[in-house]
């Protein structure tokens, strides 16, 4: 059997491990060597007491990957797959090529922690790299569309990665939630897979067919042509200049591949014809052991109707300034007969929202979602947050927050499968 060790980032509650560990087979196992979680600011870290409850406390760190990085390096064992959702907020410029501090934000300086520890590893870095974000990141600045994710591209070329991505929508593949997410693999030169890349002449045909990802996530074909361009070198320099003429669109599609600072990149259909989990079939119908509390008051049901509604109105800010407000409606209640909409961390509590979810049960009344329904929208086993290392329970409104900002366990799971018939 081949072993995959495994260091997790930014672990969450353990969405990354949960996919692994389901794509092990008798071939090749993926073992978790270490794993970091560390929630700034937070009192209580309560992810970490989360995961430490369900998968032990040995080789995990509740400590700030950038201290941990800067000061006590010798703690991150070698390992063969780096994995990690790295926090998707405040991306900004890189000023120097290997500082952390070029990262303005106290959150998108946390993709420098990954950069710094594959370049201390050196030699010893990780073959396979495996992570999660924001759809966003493929465009974010406004004032420089696709700057942060070309820096990053850039720092792995630099590394000696190959670098594929692709966004995927989690229930366009069955999942039970309308997730997207960009999800990145890297290969490291001198791995198989990194060699196959090098040698093929098609590389459109890599990224719809032959790639891991298109053997984990299958897509019909393209809708746009195979566009190319070349980033590399100095990260300054791409801070800098890349998309410096502000275009409206960023040069990176849904899909591509980044080799020998070479980009590659498309606009990719998903392709999936099997069983689709819908909203309604992961709540509890059982009125009777959902809490009252989770029911809609009816005196607040006209401000929750207000919130979803569409609107067309004036308003003022707090220094005075008029403006023209609109938005659309949204479906109210949220419909059963699909996949969820995307749970976002201000998920919990009883207080109306446009963004909470609502359905109706059989009686007619109108319910939040329970944190279980919660976590099974991202398929993690029941009630994996309900309990804390100290034996505490975890609040509801922290067990929302934390689905809000976990991952769907099935997405990994498929990467993983496809990434271990690699190897």
């Known amino acids: 059997m081949k072993k995959i060790r495994v260091v997790e980032l930014f672990a969450g509650v353990g969405g990354f491990r949960l996919g692994l560990n389901s794509a092990s087979n008798e071939k090749v196992k993926y073992e978790h060597v270490w794993s970091s979680q560390w929630e700034p600011g937070a009192v209580t870290q309560h992810a970490s007491q989360i995961y430490i409850k369900q998968f032990g406390s040995d080789n ?73 974000n924001v759809d966003r990141l493929l465009k974010s600045p406004s004032g420089q569309r696709g700057r942060d994710f070309a820096v990053m591209l850039a720092s792995l070329d630099n590394l000696g990665y190959a670098v594929e991505w692709r ?32 040698k093929i002449k098609d590389i459109k045909r890599w990224i719809l067919k032959d790639g891991v990802i298109a053997n984990a996530c299958p897509v019909k074909d393209t809708v746009s042509n195979l566009n190319d361009f070349t980033i590399g070198g100095d990260l300054e320099k791409i801070s800098k200049n890349f998309s410096s003429n502000k275009p409206t669109k960023s040069p990176f599609e849904n899909s591509g591949l980044m080799i020998n600072g070479k980009v590659y990149t498309t606009k990719t259909i998903p392709e999936y014809n099997g069983k689709k989990i819908l909203l309604k079939n ?88 329970t944190p279980l329904e919660l976590e099974r929208l991202n398929m993690f086993p029941d009630n994996h947050t309900k309990i804390m290392r100290n034996g505490n329970i975890t609040p509801d409104v922290k067990r929302a927050f934390i689905m809000g900002n976990a991952l769907v366990v099935g997405v990994i799971g498929r990467l993983g499968k496809a990434l271990a018939s690699f190897i």
């Open 282 to 369: 992961i709540i509890v119908e059982d009125e009777s052991k959902i809490p009252l509390e989770f029911f809609i008051k009816e005196i607040d049901k006209k401000r929750w109707e207000y919130l979803k509604g569409g609107k067309k109105e004036a308003r003022k800010s707090k220094s005075g300034f008029e403006y023209n407000y609109s938005e659309g409606p949204m479906v109210f209640p949220d419909s059963l007969d699909k996949p969820s909409r995307t749970i976002v961390t201000g998920e919990g509590g009883s207080s109306p929202s446009r963004f909470k979810h609502v359905i109706k049960t059989k009686s007619g009344k109108l319910r939040r979602l």
């Open 167 to 198: 966004v995927v929508n989690a229930a366009d593949y069955g999942f039970p939630q309308r997730r997207r997410r960009v999800f990145i693999l890297g290969y490291k030169k001198g791995t198989k897979i990194y060699d196959s890349i090098i």
């Open 60 to 132: 995990h760190s509740c400590e700030d990957i950038q201290k941990v990085v800067e000061n006590n390096f010798e703690k991150i064992p070698n390992h063969d797959l780096l994995v990690g959702g790295f926090p998707c907020q405040d991306y900004s410029v890189a000023r120097t090529a290997n500082q952390a501090k070029g990262i303005k934000g106290k959150k998108g300086v946390l993709w420098w922690s990954i950069f710094n520890i594959l370049n201390k590893k050196n030699k010893n870095s990780p073959d396979f790299l495996m992570l999660e």
